[in-house]
C-alpha cells in the first residue's frame, strides 16, 4: 500500500480532507496513492509534516515513521511488542492526548495485573494472535 493512503486511512481521513489541507484537489490525492502523477518535493514535505513522519517514510525509503522512533529503535533493543506501542503513542501528536493516553494505558496494565491476581484471563484486544 502507498505510504501516503496508509497514513491517511490511519488517520481517518478521506481524500478530500487531506486535499484540503494540502490544498490540492481529491483527484490529485487520489493520483498521489496510485503513484499516477508524481508528487513534489513541497507535497512531500507539507505531507510529513501533517502526519509527523519523516519525508524519508513517505517515500519509503525507511521503516521508521519518524526519528524519535528510529533512534529508539536502533539504541535501545525494544522488543516487537514495545516498538508498536511507541508507534500507537507517536501517532498522538497532541500533548494533552497523549497524557490522558499515559492515564487510560496505566488503568489498563493495573486491570490486567488484577486479572492475573485473581485467577482471571485478561480479555485482548490486540491484533496478534497470542499463543
Given at each position: 500500500?502507498?505510504?501516503?493512503?496508509?497514513?491517511?486511512?490511519?488517520?481517518?481521513?478521506?481524500?478530500?480532507?487531506?486535499?484540503?489541507?494540502?490544498?490540492?484537489?481529491?483527484?490529485?490525492?487520489?493520483?498521489?496513492?496510485?503513484?499516477?502523477?508524481?508528487?513534489?518535493?513541497?507535497?512531500i514535505k507539507k505531507?510529513?509534516?501533517?502526519?509527523?513522519?519523516?519525508?524519508?517514510?513517505?517515500?519509503?525509503?525507511?521503516?521508521?515513521?519518524?526519528?524519535?522512533?528510529?533512534?529508539?529503535?536502533?539504541?535501545?533493543?525494544?522488543?516487537?511488542?514495545?516498538?508498536?506501542?511507541?508507534?500507537?503513542?507517536?501517532?498522538?501528536t497532541n500533548e494533552?492526548?497523549?497524557?490522558?493516553?499515559?492515564?487510560?494505558?496505566?488503568?489498563?496494565?493495573?486491570?490486567?495485573?488484577?486479572?492475573?491476581?485473581?485467577?482471571h484471563a485478561p480479555?485482548?484486544?490486540?491484533?496478534?494472535?497470542?499463543?
Amino acid at each position: 500500500m502507498n505510504r501516503i493512503k496508509e497514513l491517511r486511512i490511519e488517520k481517518g481521513w478521506t481524500q478530500s480532507q487531506l486535499g484540503k489541507a494540502l490544498n490540492v484537489k481529491d483527484s490529485a490525492i487520489s493520483k498521489y496513492e496510485s503513484e499516477r502523477i508524481p508528487i513534489t518535493a513541497e507535497t512531500i514535505k507539507k505531507i510529513s509534516e501533517l502526519f509527523n513522519v519523516t519525508t524519508d517514510y513517505i517515500l519509503c525509503l525507511s521503516d521508521f515513521p519518524n526519528e524519535y522512533t528510529k533512534i529508539v529503535n536502533t539504541t535501545i533493543n525494544l522488543t516487537q511488542n514495545e516498538q508498536e506501542l511507541l508507534e500507537i503513542f507517536n501517532k498522538v501528536t497532541n500533548e494533552r492526548d497523549q497524557i490522558k493516553l499515559i492515564g487510560r494505558f496505566d488503568e489498563i496494565v493495573e486491570q490486567v495485573i488484577g486479572d492475573f491476581k485473581s485467577g482471571h484471563a485478561p480479555s485482548t484486544r490486540s491484533k496478534k494472535i497470542v499463543g
